[in-house]
């Protein structure tokens, strides 16, 4: 009887902290062993030449989610992790989003329904708050977190998503009191809007102009405001999909002062730019908030992945279809101010950094672990069950064939959105095997897992979202006297 279920021989295994030449033996779904001539396992997968990472973690995606306007993705649970699988990806946390009105306890419930029977990889959730009341502060979302939700995501843009400062504050101050970590969509309503209803009164509707009236400096605005919120409470803040100059000055900075603020940046602020979205509706394909910007801006963007500034690189997945369920939802009268926000890139993500980031020299092979799944591990409770190999983490593994050469179409992708920005791209390293907690999930380009076959994952408070125990001076002095306000 063999005594591992898979042996993986041969291979450079990397991890965030080093990388080296080893075999690894799974049993029961874990990793069991690390080391030379490992006895025989069941399965044998001979890695020589190929790199063995950890299955990447996507922890910024939506999937199966209605928008505030009632826009449905084209993605559910099972197309969504598909394309994430073949990307290289082995865990997902996309978001259980509440529109205002709705019991935050039922919201989580839905998602639930429609994950379970379709998911073929493991996910978790983060919740999405637009609705702060009193019912959801003081009853359903503490009882979340305890349940193993310990993450959610405010806006400060959009009619029927955006929080004010007031409200920001007394979410930040549950935050801090639960262990949460707080996700924040920076960008300032009031620019936008303004400079939304002056193109627009210009006859200025197209699709180009969704770039011009998310200008950078609203991001930037927006961004300061949230570090200024979180650094009066003392509280931990993500700000995701970071994509101006202006706004990656702001949390580095923060961070140089010694406060808990982390980034996330996507894909589409690297390899695409806002000359990209074009005057036609087609456009509209590349519209997102924020927005893809210029040169300088995917140069910042670089320079906060090499040297810190960004802990996570997610996809921000948000797939819409070209057409009235989605991109166009008014036809061919569809303006900027219509169109569904978001680009698909779930199963790109990965492979779109390795051959930019990796195989340019911008990135070492450790950092890219680290940005693709190991710090998303560590944000949100997973590690080390996830995010990385080592013996007693769940056996998600991606092998990498490195010079693998990928023309990119939508035809070879896995995602229903029916286009991708990325389309006639080159890239060359590509996962050609992907494994999840030791079930071949992915091999020879054919999908192996079943339907439903993906685990719900309950997450742990993380260590990245405990206060540093230096409120502003205000609030500590209110403190010394007994009197705490957080």
């Known amino acids: 009887m063999a005594e591992y279920d898979l042996v993986i021989r041969n291979g450079t295994v990397a991890t965030a902290a080093d990388t080296s030449e080893c075999d690894i033996g799974v049993k029961d779904g874990v990793i069991a062993t690390l080391g030379r001539g490992l006895a025989a396992g069941e399965r044998e997968i001979d890695a020589a030449g190929k790199l063995v990472l950890p299955g990447a973690i996507d922890s910024h995606c939506h999937i199966e989610q209605p928008s505030s306007a009632g826009v449905l993705t084209a993605d559910d649970f099972y197309s969504g992790t598909v394309a994430a699988a073949f990307g290289g990806t082995t865990t ?26 379709k998911a073929v990889i493991d996910y978790a959730f983060h919740l999405i708050i637009s609705d ?87 991001e930037g605005e927006a961004t300061n405001r949230a570090v200024a919120l979180s650094q009066l409470l003392d509280v931990p803040i993500l700000i995701v999909h970071v994509s101006a100059s202006d706004a990656i000055d702001v949390i580095r900075g923060a961070q140089t002062k010694g406060l808990r603020i982390y980034g996330e940046t996507c894909p589409q602020y690297l390899f695409l730019t806002a000359d990209d979205i074009g005057m036609d509706l087609e456009g509209t394909k590349f519209c997102c908030s924020p927005p893809p910007r210029d040169a300088a801006n995917q140069e910042a963007v670089w320079r906060g992945l090499t040297n810190g500034t960004f802990q996570v690189f997610s996809s921000d997945h948000a797939p819409y279809r070209y057409d009235e369920t989605g991109k166009l939802l008014k036809g061919d009268k569809t303006t900027f101010k219509d169109t569904a926000n978001g680009v698909p890139g779930i199963e790109l993500r990965v492979p779109l950094l390795f051959y930019e980031g990796v195989r340019t020299g911008r990135l070492d092979l450790n950092r890219f672990v680290a940005l693709t799944a190991t710090n998303h591990a560590r944000l949100y409770g997973l590690y080390p069950k996830k995010g990385t190999i080592a013996v007693g983490s769940d056996a998600d593994i991606a092998i990498w064939d490195p010079d693998k050469h990928v023309h990119v179409t939508h035809g070879m992708l896995h995602d229903q959105t029916g286009y991708t920005p990325y389309e006639g791209r080159h890239v060359t390293g590509w996962p050609v095997t992907v494994i999840s907690r030791g079930r071949i999930v992915v091999e020879d380009n054919e999908l192996k897992a079943a339907r439903g076959s993906g685990n719900f994952l309950p997450c742990a408070l993380s260590e990245m979202a405990k206060p540093l125990g230096r409120p502003a001076p205000e609030l500590a002095f209110a403190a010394a006297r007994g009197g705490a306000l957080v």
């Open 92 to 117: 997902v946390i996309p978001f259980a989003a509440q529109h205002r009105g709705q019991s935050l306890r039922q919201v989580v419930e839905a998602y639930h329904a429609a994950a379970k029977p």
């Open 132 to 218: 702060p009341s009193e019912q959801v502060l003081g009853q359903e979302l503490p009882a979340l977190i305890q349940d193993g939700y310990t993450s959610f995501k405010v806006y400060m843009t959009y009619d029927l998503l955006k929080l004010n400062d007031r409200q920001m504050l007394d979410i930040m101050a549950l935050a801090r009191r639960e262990g949460a970590m707080m996700m924040i969509h920076a960008e300032n309503h009031d620019m936008i809007q303004w400079l939304a209803d002056k193109l627009l009164a210009h006859g200025m509707s197209q699709p180009r102009y969704h770039a011009v009236s998310h200008a950078g400096i609203a």
